[in-house]
């Protein structure tokens, strides 16, 4: 029902600051609570962070607290995550996620919806 579309990845240093973007379309994106998964090489697919139809609830990931700040404009149908301070232990393929049941957040629920992924590489 809906299409996402991740943007913004790309190879940076640690500590250095990086902005995702993801797109979405052909849905009503305010309905949808929104977040951010990341899979490392040889890890499986973890929670980063989610945030409420509205905005007004946001949630992080222990490793990400702190460092990490997601946010949406309903307006413009697009969610971002700015990262901050990044670490060597932050490089994954970062995936955007919509619910249409709740509330992303470690533990559940399960996505409806995915994005194709932007490669995220930070360099020591």
């Known amino acids: 029902q809906v299409q996402l579309v991740e943007s913004g990845g790309g190879l940076v240093q640690a500590g250095d600051s990086l902005r995702l973007s993801c797109a979405a379309s052909?849905?009503?994106?305010?309905?949808?609570?929104m977040g951010w998964f990341r899979q490392a090489p040889g890890k499986e697919r973890e929670f980063v962070s989610g945030i409420s139809w509205s905005g007004s609830l946001r949630n992080y990931a222990d490793s990400v607290k702190g460092r990490f700040i997601i946010s949406r404009d309903n307006a413009k149908n697009t969610v971002y995550l700015q990262m901050n301070s990044l670490r060597p232990e932050d490089t994954a393929v970062y995936y955007c996620?919509?619910?249409?049941?709740?509330?992303?957040?470690?533990?559940?629920?399960?996505?409806?919806?995915w994005g194709q992924g932007t490669q995220v590489n930070v360099a020591s």
């Open positions: 052909g849905g009503t994106f305010s309905s949808y609570a």
């Open positions: 996620a919509a619910s249409v049941t709740s509330m992303l957040r470690l533990g559940g629920p399960r996505p409806g919806f």
